[in-house]
């Protein structure tokens, strides 16, 4: 029901920005989130948004750097990544209807996925 798109390759300190789009259904009554999860490493949360955007959450190792965003008249939820480091580099997910934010466990709907590639 999720479609994370905008990964991609991109050198140390670059910038990319995810886009997690919902095409025939609203999520603008739902929290949504983003984790990330780097081969043989666990998901883990990376950011989360209520839903009407005023309200954000960043794990400690993105904040300052990324920024999480949502824009309900399009039925979609955004992940600007800046200052990127190598390890940064991991599939990132987007999920929504979280009972609680941080954790993965409780969200119903998820993306597929999309590669984040961070070259030293």
């Known amino acids: 029901q999720l479609q994370a798109s905008g990964g991609g390759l991109v050198q140390a300190g670059g910038s990319l920005r995810l886009s997690c789009a919902a095409p025939?259904?609203?999520?603008?009554?739902?929290?949504m989130g983003w984790f990330r999860q780097a081969p043989g490493k666990e998901r883990e949360f990376v950011a989360g948004?209520?839903?009407?955007?005023?309200?954000?959450y960043y794990a400690d190792s993105v904040k300052g750097r990324f920024t999480i965003s949502r824009d309900n008249a399009k039925n979609t939820m955004y992940l600007q990544m800046n200052s990127l480091k190598p390890e940064d580099t991991a599939v990132y997910y987007c999920?929504?209807?979280?009972?609680?934010?941080?954790?993965?466990?409780?969200?119903?709907?998820w993306g597929q996925g999309t590669l984040v590639t961070v070259s030293s």
């Open positions: 948004i209520n839903w009407s955007g005023g309200t954000t």
């Open positions: 025939g259904r609203t999520f603008s009554i739902y929290g």
């Open positions: 999920a929504a209807n979280p009972s609680a934010i941080y954790s993965y466990a409780q969200y119903t709907y």
